[in-house]
C-alpha cells in the first residue's frame, strides 16, 4: 500500500527566508505519481506541481523548487525566498499508476511572518 | 476556464439529520472524485467516478453514505444519517486524464 509522510508539522519563518517543506513516500509500485498542492484558509487545495516515477529531473517555478530522489523516496519543495502569501497547509500525495487515486500526506503548516 | 464548484459551502446539522453535497465538475472531465478531509488530517478518497459509473469506492461508509453521477456530469454526495465523526470539510475534484486533479474549495459539514 501507498504511504506518504510529511514529518513536519508546523513551520514558521520569517519573510524572505529559504524554506524546505519534506516528504517521504512509500510504493512498491514501478509507475507512480507525486504531487504537491497548497491549501489557503479558503480550504480549495491548489495544484502546484505533478512528477512521474521516471523523470527524476528537479523542477524550478519561479520561487519553488522540487527535489525528486528515488534513491531516498523523497519529493522536497523548497520555497525561496519566502512571502507572507506563502502561508498555507501544504500536502504531498501520491498515485499508483493511472489511477488517480490520491493519498495524501499529513500536511506541512507554514507560517510565513512579516 | 471554470474550476470545480461545490454548494453549500457550509452545512450545520445535528446528528442523525441528513444532507446532500453537489459538485460540478471542470467541463470536460471525465474522472470525478470525492474526498474526505478531517481537520489536521489529509484528505482521503472516498469515491471516484469515471464518467457516470462507479470506479472506487472501497472507503466509502455504504450504510450512511451515498453518492451518485447522473449522466456523467454533476454529482451529489450523501450522508444519512449523519454521525458527529462526519465533520470534515467534503473535496470534489475532477480530471481529464487521472494525471493531474483539480479541487473544489470544499463543502464544510459540521454535525453538533
Known amino acids: 500500500a501507498q504511504k506518504v509522510t510529511q514529518a513536519q508539522t508546523e513551520i514558521s519563518v520569517v519573510e524572505k527566508e529559504d524554506v524546505t517543506l519534506d516528504c517521504v513516500y512509500e510504493?512498491?509500485?514501478?509507475?507512480?505519481?507525486l504531487f504537491w498542492y497548497k491549501q489557503p484558509p479558503s480550504g480549495e487545495l491548489v495544484f502546484l506541481i505533478r512528477?512521474?516515477?521516471?523523470?527524476?529531473q528537479n523542477e524550478i517555478s519561479g520561487r519553488y523548487s522540487w527535489n525528486f530522489q528515488k534513491s531516498t523516496s523523497s519529493f522536497n519543495f523548497t520555497i525561496t525566498a519566502s512571502q507572507v502569501v506563502d502561508s498555507a497547509v501544504y500536502f504531498c500525495?501520491?498515485?499508483?499508476?493511472?489511477?488517480?487515486?490520491?493519498?495524501f500526506g499529513q500536511g506541512t503548516t507554514l507560517q510565513v511572518k512579516p | 476556464e471554470a474550476g470545480v464548484a461545490q454548494s453549500p459551502r457550509y452545512k450545520i446539522i445535528e446528528k442523525r439529520q441528513s444532507v446532500a453535497f453537489w459538485c460540478n465538475p471542470i467541463?470536460?472531465?471525465?474522472?470525478l472524485y470525492w474526498y474526505q478531509q478531517i481537520l489536521g488530517q489529509g484528505p482521503k478518497l472516498l469515491i471516484q467516478?469515471?464518467?457516470?459509473?462507479?470506479?472506487?469506492d472501497s472507503q466509502l461508509p455504504k450504510d450512511r453514505f451515498s453518492a451518485e453521477r447522473l449522466k456523467g456530469v454533476d454529482s451529489t454526495l450523501k450522508i444519512q444519517p449523519a454521525k458527529l465523526e462526519d465533520s470534515a470539510v467534503y473535496l470534489c475534484?475532477?480530471?481529464?486524464?487521472?494525471?493531474?486533479?483539480?479541487f473544489g474549495e470544499g463543502s464544510w459539514l459540521t454535525v453538533v
Open positions: 475534484a475532477s480530471s481529464q486524464d487521472r494525471n493531474t486533479i483539480y
Open positions: 510504493t512498491r509500485d514501478t509507475t507512480y505519481y
Open positions: 512528477r512521474n516515477s521516471f523523470d527524476e
Open positions: 500525495a501520491s498515485a499508483s499508476g493511472n489511477t488517480g487515486k490520491l493519498i
Open positions: 467541463s470536460g472531465h471525465a474522472t
Open positions: 467516478f469515471q464518467n457516470n459509473g462507479v470506479v472506487d
